[in-house]
């Protein structure tokens, strides 16, 4: 038998079964991971304004705990104001949830001394608990749909450019 003869025979059914096993060009869709959903809450901000984690879908919401007390958040604010002023245009909401314990009126007058921006709401021991906070400061960033995306412990210039990029990317994706 010649080799022509051989390959279709022998070779050609043997390549059919190949094919039928795994299809060539066909691409699978990746699994999605799994992305928890951030806990939802609805507190008052220092400045009166009730707010809703989940009514802020469709917007990029970055979720910082910290306190005055806390040296690397204090670090953090200029850092978060900037990314704040630059990016609320295009849906950015950014939210602090100090953990003082006290007078509103001690974290208020902290705010505007350096500044702050965003939001600030007084986290209670729920919603610390609900979000495992420990050490501060810690963030977490929430994509358009409210699933967590990323979380952060602490503070450095590398952290913060961090933030400052997954930020960056979730807010050029549309529909994300």
């Given at each position: 038998?010649d080799?022509p ?7 050609l059914p043997f390549?059919?079964?190949?094919l ?8 699978k869709?990746?699994?999605k ?10 507190l008052?901000?220092?400045?009166g304004k ?7 879908k469709?917007?990029?919401?970055l ?5 005055t ?5 204090r670090?953090a604010?200029p850092?978060l104001?900037d ?10 909401e950014?939210i602090g949830?100090?953990?003082d314990k006290?007078?509103?009126?001690r974290v ?7 500044g702050?921006?965003?939001t600030i709401?007084?986290?209670d ?5 609900r979000?495992g ?11 358009r749909?409210?699933?967590i995306?990323?979380?952060w ?13 997954e930020t960056?990317?979730l807010?050029?994706?549309?529909g994300?």
């Open positions: 038998m080799l003869l051989k390959w279709l025979k022998y070779g390549l059919i079964a190949i039928i096993q795994s299809p060539v060009g066909c691409k869709e990746a699994p991971e799994k992305r928890p959903l951030a806990p939802d809450f609805t008052t901000s220092l400045d009730t707010i809703t984690l989940s009514q802020l469709g917007k990029i919401v979720l910082d705990f910290w306190a007390w806390c040296a690397p958040c670090l604010i850092h104001n990314l704040y002023e630059a990016n609320r245009e295009r849906g950015l950014i949830l100090s953990l006290g007078s509103p009126a208020r007058k902290f705010a505007l001394n350096m702050i921006q965003y709401i007084m986290a021991d729920d919603l610390v608990k979000y906070i420990s050490p501060i400061p810690t963030t977490y960033l929430i994509d749909e409210g699933y995306t990323n979380k412990v602490g503070f450095s210039q590398n952290l913060m450019s961090k933030v400052t990029a960056e990317r807010l050029s994706q549309r994300s």
